[in-house]
């Protein structure tokens, strides 16, 4: 930054960083590693506490569409995944639709047939299964077929694209 003549400036120091002062310099060197280290350590916790939730079996985020976590007590932790009666039958019917005609039935027209009949789209879906306001959000051709052909449509629990 000293090369290119660039001037530093963050957020809790007064100014600019004067990085050809020794002081300075050190400063912002050990500031920087201690936001490094603080970095690390939130990952750390979160990889941490992914493992544990995942060895004891429970969720972590929202369910696929189509899915709906079911809790035995209210507010509880979740106690299985099973299947939305009515998400999942949308699913059903569009994957029917498009395998009975693919010359003339895609995403496209699926999701425009949903607008049209004035289905939830996944966002609003969920906003709902959970007492939100739905945002009126509309289907999106690749969002319909990125669901249609992920795996955890198939009920495999994922992470970070992959089955667990």
Do not use: C
């Amino acid at each position: 930054m000293r090369d290119e003549k660039k001037m530093l400036v963050t957020y809790g120091h007064d100014g600019p960083w004067e990085l050809d002062d020794p002081a300075d310099e050190n400063r912002f060197t050990m500031e920087a590693w201690g936001a490094q280290m603080e970095l690390r350590a939130i990952q750390r916790r979160n990889r941490d506490a992914t493992i544990k939730i995942r060895a004891a079996g429970r969720p972590k985020g929202k369910p696929s569409y189509g899915f709906q976590y079911v809790r035995k007590v209210m507010g509880g932790k979740v106690d299985h995944v099973e299947l939305h009666p009515h998400a999942s039958e949308v699913l059903r019917d569009v994957a029917r639709r498009i395998l009975a005609d693919p010359e003339n039935v895609t995403t496209s027209s699926e999701a425009a047939r949903l607008n049209r009949a004035g289905e939830a789209s996944p966002a609003d879906h969920l906003a709902t299964m959970y007492g939100k306001p739905s945002g009126g959000r509309p289907w999106v051709p690749q969002s319909l077929k990125n669901i249609l052909i992920s795996e955890a449509t198939l009920g495999y629990l994922m992470h970070r694209r992959k089955r667990v």
